[in-house]
């Protein structure tokens, strides 16, 4: 997956991000230890996500090569895009 930030007047950046990457983010294991260091508010809205799930969605998105996922503009000219 890559990341694409482009500011109006300014360079731009991108990021590439392995799928396999994010696959190991969403482990269990991963999940719990960075839950003892949230704040309660925040761990709410991580404990709602099923990472089961997503990591089936993005082992998935192997087979999406090139699909462009996000392609937004501000009205300040600031870019963001994130192609698989």
Same mark, same amino acid.
């Given at each position: 997956?890559? /990341? @694409? *930030?482009?500011?109006?007047?300014? /360079?731009?950046? &991108?990021?590439? =991000?392995?799928?396999? &990457? ?22 709410? @809205? /991580?404990? $709602?996500?099923? &990472?089961?799930?997503? $990591?089936? =969605? ?5 087979? @999406? ?6 392609? =937004?503009?501000? $009205? ?5 895009? *994130?192609?698989?």
């Amino acid at each position: 997956m890559r /990341i @694409y *930030i482009k500011e109006k007047g300014k /360079i731009g950046l &991108f990021i590439p =991000v392995p799928l396999w &990457f994010l696959r190991a983010v969403c482990n269990e294991k991963f999940i719990k230890f960075i839950l003892k260091y949230m704040e309660p508010e925040q761990r709410k @809205y /991580i404990e $709602s996500i099923d &990472f089961g799930k997503l $990591s089936k =969605v993005l082992k998935m998105l192997k087979e @999406y090569k090139g699909l462009e996922m996000v392609n =937004v503009e501000d $009205s300040k000219g600031t870019k963001v895009k *994130i192609v698989v």
